[in-house]
């Protein structure tokens, strides 16, 4: 086990290089000059010029890249052009919308998964598991954006039951900060539920007819029973492995949902941040939306490797 952590470690280190260098140089080859947006098209050249040594962009790329590096190691990744504001105050602040945001949406998938994929792994062949595949396929086709508006058009607009957009923070109550999320959830929520409901569906049916499971019906359990006791807990492995992907999507993936109901999450900073050319936003965010991403995926593979062994013999 112990060879694997390494081993894993090792790769998500040099994942997290490997990304650093590529966000770093794409956002640095996007065209147009933040201090030039910032002083406007009439700006004089000599003022241009101090504020790209006062903002640090007079210096080479290696050397920017360098020092943007090893403060993030530091925990400081910079101050905003724009708002000249620490970035990890920016990030913090927003972090509160789009990490609920995430549990929310991730909850509302499982809930409506779960039970999904048991009735059409328990029903195949039959009406209602050809109904659940075709909802599910629906679900996966249909863009989250575009439902995002549907949901808007529904139930904000045509029966008020909630706000089309906005964030009523956490200062005004729990129930009013998740009325707020709800929507927003829940377009992000079903799309995944349409992919966890096929895996956990196919995830069942790999283990149905398994030997355990004719031993278990066997000895006198039900067909319900032996699925619930027995097929559910070896079918959730893979089942867990996607939940959590698609945390980490979640978290990362909302930056379209974030705008079209105007949270002030991650996703709406990054958008705002690129609109700006505030570059040491935008790069201090995608870094950091990257790490949570391949920590997660870390986290998830080594708490598979824990709970299969045969992995770990076979990475070995």
Same mark, same amino acid.
């Not at 925990?75 to 052009?81: E, L, M, N």
């Given at each position: 086990?112990?060879?694997?952590?390494?081993?894993?470690?090792?790769?998500?280190?040099?994942?997290?290089?490997?990304?650093?260098? =590529?966000?770093?140089?794409? $956002?640095?080859?996007?065209?147009?000059?933040?201090?030039?947006?910032?002083?406007?098209?009439?700006?004089?050249?000599?003022?241009?010029?101090?504020?790209?040594?006062?903002? /640090?962009?007079?210096?080479?790329?290696?050397?920017?890249?360098?020092?943007?590096?090893?403060?993030?190691?530091?925990?400081?990744?910079?101050?905003?052009?724009?708002?000249?504001? %620490?970035?990890?105050?920016?990030?913090?602040?927003?972090?509160?919308?789009?990490? %609920?945001?995430?549990?929310?949406?991730? !909850?509302?998938? !499982?809930?409506?998964?779960?039970?999904?994929?048991?009735?059409?792994?328990?029903?195949? #062949?039959?009406?209602?598991?050809?109904?659940?595949? /075709?909802?599910?396929?629906?679900? $996966?086709?249909?863009? &989250?954006?575009?439902?995002?508006?549907?949901?808007?058009?529904?139930?904000?607009?045509?029966?008020?039951?909630?706000?089309?957009?906005?964030?009523?923070?956490?200062?005004?109550?729990?129930?009013?900060?998740?009325?707020?999320? !709800?929507?927003?959830?829940?377009?992000?929520?079903? %799309?995944?539920?349409?992919?966890?409901?096929?895996?956990?569906?196919?995830?069942?049916?790999?283990?149905?007819?398994?030997?355990?499971?004719?031993?278990?019906?066997?000895? /006198?359990?039900?067909?319900?029973?032996?699925?619930?006791?027995?097929?559910?807990? &070896?079918?959730?492995?893979?089942?867990?492995? =996607?939940?959590?992907?698609?945390?980490?999507?979640?978290?990362?993936?909302? =930056?379209? $949902?974030?705008?079209?109901?105007?949270?002030? #999450?991650?996703?709406?900073?990054?958008?705002?941040?690129?609109?700006?050319?505030?570059?040491?936003?935008?790069?201090?965010?995608?870094?950091?939306?990257?790490?949570?991403?391949?920590?997660?995926?870390?986290?998830?593979?080594?708490?598979?490797?824990?709970?299969?062994?045969?992995?770990?013999?076979?990475?070995?």
């Amino acid at each position: 086990m112990l060879h694997y952590l390494f081993r894993r470690s090792v790769a998500l280190l040099a994942t997290l290089v490997v990304a650093s260098l =590529i966000v770093f140089l794409v $956002i640095e080859v996007v065209p147009g000059d933040p201090a030039s947006y910032m002083l406007g098209m009439n700006a004089q050249p000599d003022t241009v010029a101090a504020l790209r040594a006062e903002l /640090g962009l007079d210096q080479s790329r290696t050397l920017r890249y360098l020092h943007w590096v090893s403060g993030m190691l530091h925990g400081d990744f910079g101050r905003s052009y724009t708002y000249r504001t %620490p970035v990890a105050d920016m990030v913090a602040d927003r972090l509160w919308v789009s990490l %609920p945001l995430a549990i929310y949406a991730l !909850t509302l998938s !499982t809930l409506i998964a779960f039970p999904a994929g048991i009735w059409a792994a328990s029903r195949r #062949g039959r009406l209602a598991d050809s109904a659940v595949m /075709g909802f599910t396929q629906l679900g $996966i086709a249909v863009p &989250n954006f575009w439902f995002a508006l549907l949901l808007v058009m529904l139930f904000a607009i045509q029966l008020g039951w909630f706000s089309a957009g906005g964030f009523a923070g956490w200062d005004s109550g729990v129930l009013a900060s998740l009325k707020s999320l !709800t929507l927003p959830a829940v377009s992000l929520a079903l %799309p995944q539920a349409a992919i966890l409901t096929r895996v956990m569906r196919s995830s069942l049916l790999d283990v149905l007819h398994d030997d355990f499971m004719r031993t278990a019906r066997a000895k /006198g359990l039900s067909a319900r029973q032996a699925l619930l006791r027995h097929a559910l807990r &070896n079918a959730m492995i893979p089942v867990l492995t =996607i939940m959590g992907l698609q945390f980490s999507f979640l978290i990362a993936g909302a =930056i379209i $949902i974030e705008n079209v109901f105007f949270l002030p #999450g991650l996703g709406r900073l990054i958008f705002q941040s690129i609109a700006q050319r505030d570059l040491i936003v935008v790069e201090s965010v995608v870094m950091l939306l990257v790490f949570a991403v391949v920590m997660v995926t870390f986290l998830v593979d080594v708490a598979y490797a824990w709970v299969d062994p045969r992995l770990r013999h076979q990475r070995r």
